[in-house]
């Protein structure tokens, strides 16, 4: 649930971050889709909101890209569920893709300063 004023933020801005969370959220371990948008969503304190209509995209395609694998196991709900795992070569893609996001938050930051001299 949003916090009270601030809207959960959906959109261009978590399809672009999407790829970068999912994984960062299987460093913790194997996850099944619903538990990877909880914890993104409990991590951010609510204001990130992970629409199954984009996970489950993005899920299939970091796996073709090799980024993660997927397995069939059973949820605390003792159903069947498609658990995720990251794979060495998606643990270098976050590596990468955490340097550029920093990089790109920092020079955002770096805009946004108010400026000392006109």
Not at 54 to 73: K, M, N, Q, V
Request: proline share 5%; charged share 25%.
């Amino acid at each position: 649930m949003p916090k009270r004023g601030a809207p959960p933020l959906q959109g261009d801005l978590l399809q672009g971050t999407l790829d970068m969370l999912i994984l960062q959220t299987l460093v913790l371990g194997p996850a099944h889709g619903h538990t990877i948008a909880h914890v993104i969503e409990r991590r951010s304190e609510d204001v990130l909101q992970v629409e199954h209509g984009s996970l489950y995209p993005a899920l299939h395609r970091i796996e073709d890209r090799g980024w993660i694998t997927s397995f069939w196991g059973t949820s605390e709900n003792n159903r069947k569920a498609r658990y995720y795992r990251l794979t060495s070569t998606g643990r270098k893609q976050l590596a990468e893709q955490t340097s550029r996001w920093e990089q790109l938050t920092g020079a955002i930051a770096r805009v946004m300063r108010p400026a000392t001299e006109v």
